[in-house]
């Protein structure tokens, strides 16, 4: 590399070779041939289109602060009692992001953090009704759902498809899961402005974990959600008189009779407690 920026012009002829997309009806294969060197790139992440709909939901937060506080909080997904989740708060089904909840950003092995918490959600609940639903795997970014297939290989659950980025989407997630009530349905995620006000909004029960990855484990992370997610965390969580009471004011469930009744949490060794 000499150092010097590729022209924003080039980089996309060159995004298009490497992601197989046809130029000019020629497939990528002949256009690798006449240009070895695109061999040697290799993509780390997928490109992501504009998500609107969490612009469009930043008016109804607006209104609505308490759109964006989860039911529960928590270091990771290996901290969250999945048997209490079915036995007492009438959850059927379990939602989960996957950058920087289940994986690494943009990768598809499960994180060390994660995988007692993968693992006891599909004991409990049973594979069908475990699904991932991501802003990026499975969407219109996913050309042909390879990264959806290649994901649901590695983890052993369903990639929801879904045209319509979170907080949207609901009406594939119900299909997906055969469900028309989603009060049944707790999604766990990474993001306040798209996982947990997805399912505030449509009455799931919701679960926000901090991210996986930091510092140098998080450089393949979406710079935008990077950002984006610092001013969300640090906006509820704080130390400030806005972040401490919303925190006191969390949302009801329709069936979680509440932290003080049914405690969500297990302590931080998770392998001591029940989650069967």
Known sequence: CSGRSVPFTKRLHIDKFASGRTIGGRNRNSARQRHPSIQRIKLHTMVQSLNTKALLALASVVRRPSLMVPHVSLDNVSQLHYQALRDKCGI??????????????YGDTIHPDASLGLQAAKSVFGSENVAIMSNSAGTLDDPEYEDAQRIEHALGIAVIRHDEKKPGGLPAVLEHFKMEDPATLCMVGDRLLTDVVFGNLYGMLTVHTLPLCKGSENTQDNTVAKVIRTFENKGLY???????????????HKFWPGEEECPLRISDNPSTEPNK
Do not use: S
């Open 92 to 105: 059927r089904a379990v939602i989960f992001d996957k950058d920087n909840t289940l994986t690494a950003p």
């Open 238 to 252: 704080g130390n400030w008189f806005g972040g401490r009471y919303m925190l006191k004011n969390r949302p009801a």
